[in-house]
Structures are given as C-alpha cells and as structure tokens.
C-alpha cells in the first residue's frame, strides 16, 4: 500500500492509540498529517508524557491517568474508533482490545503499518539474544557496500517517522520483538532469528506462546517473505528450519561445518553449498567484537545479506565495528581496573555469553526485574567466570540460589548484596586489585529499577565515572 492510498483511507476515520511511549509519538504525528482523529490513552499523566504539548496542539486528544483502559473500553464500547494501535508491551488479549475485536475494530501497531506502507525490501531480525547486534551489523555493511540504508525498529527512531522519505532503492534492516511478532499480519522480505532461549515468560503465557511469535518473522503464510535465516546450533531454532524448509528459501548458519549455509571453516566464515566452499569472508580473529556470541552475529548478518555485501566489505565492517551501546561496552580504567557495561543483557543467556568472552574471572553486577525466566545456567556460569558476585533487584534471592545449587559451585565466589545500583558498583569496586575486570551483566531486565536497559546502563557509566 503506497502512502496516497493510506491516506484517503484513514483521512477524517478515528484512531486509538495506547500507549504514547517511543514508538507512537512518531505514529501520531503521521497519523495527524493525514487527516486522521488520533486519540492516545496511556498510564501515565500529562506531565510524564514526551511531547504531550506538541502533540495536543497538533490536534491529538488524550486520556491518561490509572484508569485510561476503562476510558478506552467505553469509547470502544460507544463506537468510537475505526482502528486501534496498540504499543507493543500491552497484550491484545486485555479486555478493551477483545472487546474491539468483537466489534469487528482493527487492531493493530506502527511497526505493522510501517511493514505495509514501506516499499523497500527488509530484512527483520529477532532473538532472545543478539538480536541488536546483528541487525546493526547488518546495517553496517548495507552501508560499506554503498546501500542505501535505515536502521530502525526497536533501535533508534521508530522508521514510521521515515516513511516519506524511504523508496524502494533503500534497503531496511529492522529489530522485531517477540512483543512486536505476536500479532503481526506483516512480514519482511528477509526474517532472521539469532536464537530462542527462555525469555519475556512475564508476558507471554508460556515458552510455546513466546516461540511462536518468534516464529511469526518467518512469514509462512506470507508471499512477502522470501529468505529465512536461522541458526543451526540452536534446538528451537533447528527445529523451525525443519518447519521453514519446505516454504521458505532457509539458510542456515552454524559454528560448525555444514553442507549448505554461512559457516566456520578452519577459522573463516564461508559459504558452503553441496559440501563445497564457495565464498570466504573473514577470519574469526579479524572480528573486533569479543566473544563466540558476536561470531554467530556476523554470521547471521553475512546470510541475511548474501549477494549484496562482499567479502571486503564483511571484512571492513569486523575489523571496525566496536558494537552497540550497552553490549560488553568499555567504560572506564580506574586504578589498573576496567569496568565494562553490558545491559542489554537481560536474559542469562545474554550475560552468559559476555561472562565467556572474557578470560579471566570477573566481578559481576547482575539482577534486576524477575521476567521468570530459569536462572540455573547462569548460576553455573557465575561459578565459572565470577571471582565475586555483586546482587541487586528482585532477582537477587533466586540468582544467589542458583549460583549455590549449580553442580559445579564450590563455595569460592563472593557473593554480596546491594540496594542501588550506585552501592553495588562501589561495593564491586572495594572488591579489586588491579587487573581485575568489572562488569554490569544483570541477566534480568530493568523494569524493578529503571525504565529501560538504556537508562540503567548510562547510570552505570555515570556512576563508574564519577568514581
């Protein structure tokens, strides 16, 4: 649908908007300049809403405070709305959003508007882990190859505040949440999925639930998505290729060899087809990025772009590229003692493959919101990698008992509590000598404490370097 059609569509209809966070102030300002009603619910008062002024005098109306769903179910209830958007944290199964489906109200979000509306190709990544990463990587060598391209997603600017400005000539390289995929009628022409692990068990109803939105990027009754890419060393994600196969173009990518797929051999990423190597990229070592994790993500990144992006090009970008904020990020060097900030780890899965890219035993932060996830690999790791264990948040309790119950703990690491994050960093801090290495890797999310893994993770900085 191009962008003209759009418009004469929802031009003078009425639209919802609930939740007026990050991805939907752009969503409303787009909406408005079509000619559309736009009325946002959301939480939170008037005054802890960004560009709620602007907005208003834009034309949009709002209704915020504790109570707005019962607001939004008895504007649903009058027939007051032709579509719905809904941020991607809130479930469709709310009653407000059932009762809208009865009466037959589209619901839907800005990442599936802009899915509609975009005419470029996209290649939409998702995974409980890497999924950041891989999609700037992709992003970079889009761009070292002389493409046209746009980042965004759950990654910067939500593309709907774009979408005038893209043509079919650009190339998007898009984050996709399982949040986002749950209901999502749209596909991109690429899906990729880095990896499934246990993860957001606080908001999907169970782990089939939470697969199956990931599963949705694949695009299996969409004529849209041509290409899936998906990681051969994962059960879950094995076990979809097997499903995909058969519908889909599939290429796999795996640290082991494969017969057909982006793998490693002898060292280098190549391409193999029919037990045969055709293409070499790089050398793992060439990587700057740490860790076994980031090779799998350049892999994922080089199968997603085959026939777009060279060799010297993939080369480029892994000698260069130093990663995303918040991703094993290097904040400081105090008294012969590096401290580095992983945030974005917010599953055990993530930290533990940044507590493994690391030689050496470390002094650990971790905790933060229970998203009732297991918490026994990470015990494990804890016992492997930590020399001491510094614990805050909700999570503090069932992390602790999982370091102690892991076969392989033996009483050596340090284990400590802390109320703040400020008080865990200087707590961590006493615990060095130099040549130790801290790390913030909470393996949880942020929400106990603050109101994202971003925030939580420049707090850190501030405080390590205003040691």
Known sequence: ???????????????????????????????????????????????????????????????????????????????????????????PDIPPLLAAKERGIEITSEMELFLKLCPAPIIGVTGSDGKTTTTSI?????KTSGKSAFLGGNIGTPLIASI??????????????????????????????????????????????????????????????KTVILNADNDITRDIAQEVSGVKKTILFSKNLLPDGVCVENGYIVRRENNQTVETFLNVND??????????????????????????????????FGGVPHRIEFVRELDGVKY?????????????????????????????????????????????????LVLIGNTADKIEAAVKSAPNYSGEVIIIRATTLEEATVKAKALTVPGDVVI????????????????????????????
């Open 340 to 388: 580095y900030n992983d945030s974005i780890a917010t599953t055990p899965a993530r930290s533990k493959a940044g507590l493994s890219s690391f030689a050496q035993k470390l002094i650990v932060i971790a905790g933060g919101y229970d998203k009732n996830i297991p918490f026994d690999e990470f015990g494990a790791i804890i016992n492997e990698k930590a020399k001491a």
């Open 164 to 225: 005038s400005q893209i043509t079919k000539d650009d190339i998007i390289a898009l984050e996709m949440s399982s949040f986002q995929l749950y209901t999502m009628n749209q596909n991109p022409d690429i899906g990729v999925i880095t990896n499934i692990t246990p993860n957001h068990l606080d908001w999907h109803t169970d782990m089939t639930e939470y697969i199956n939105a990931k599963k949705n990027i694949c695009g299996l009754h969409s004529e849209r998505t």
């Open 1 to 91: 649908m191009t962008i003209p059609e759009f418009q004469n569509q929802i031009s003078g209809k009425t639209a919802a908007v609930v939740g007026v966070g990050v991805s939907n102030v752009p969503l409303i300002k787009f909406l408005l300049s079509l000619g559309a009603k736009v009325v946002g619910y959301d939480k939170r008062s008037k005054e802890e809403i960004e560009c709620y002024d602007e907005l208003s005098a834009l034309g949009a109306h709002f209704y915020v405070g504790e109570d707005y769903l019962d607001q939004l179910m008895r504007h649903i209830e009058s027939g007051k709305y032709d579509v719905i958007y809904k941020t991607p944290g809130i479930r």
């Open 138 to 142: 992709i992003y970079e060598l889009l």
């Open 287 to 320: 990587i700057k990025l740490p860790g076994v994790h980031n090779i799998e993500n350049f892999m994922a990144a080089i199968a997603a772009t085959l026939g777009t992006v060279s060799s010297k090009s993939a080369l480029h970008v892994a000698q260069t």
């Open 440 to 467: 913030l890797s909470p393996a949880c999310a942020s929400f106990d404490m603050f109101k994202n893994f971003e925030v939580r993770g420049n707090e850190f900085k501030k405080i390590v370097n205003n040691l």
